[in-house]
């Protein structure tokens, strides 16, 4: 798992001397949504603050995030199917 997360390659490729990818993914949904992950992750951080082993530097290339307009929440304009009719009501004049 944490192979996976550090490299960010696909699931389907990980390493065979892993195991089975499906069987590994499993485990990391599985644990993910018992709360086994988030403990294990709270240990590790524990230890690595304690040996003075915790890198708190994030970088962020901005220039090779992209996102198309729909992505950014920019409204699509609808079609107009030509067909649509506003219903009147029957006794109701202007």
């Known amino acids: 798992m944490l192979f996976k997360c550090k490299i960010g390659i696909a699931w389907r490729d990980l390493p065979e001397r892993y195991g089975p990818w499906k069987t ?3 485990r990391f949904w599985r644990w993910s949504r018992n709360g086994t992950l988030t403990v294990l992750v ?6 690595a603050e304690a ?3 915790l890198d708190r530097e994030v970088s962020v290339d901005s220039s090779i995030v ?9 409204r699509r304009p609808r079609p107009h199917t030509g067909g649509e009719r506003v219903p009147v009501r029957a006794g109701r004049t202007r």
């Open 24 to 26: 590994v993914y499993n």
């Open 42 to 47: 709270r240990r590790v951080r524990v230890i």
């Open 66 to 74: 992209r996102a198309h307009q729909h992505a950014a929440g920019a």
């Open 51 to 53: 040996i003075d082993e």
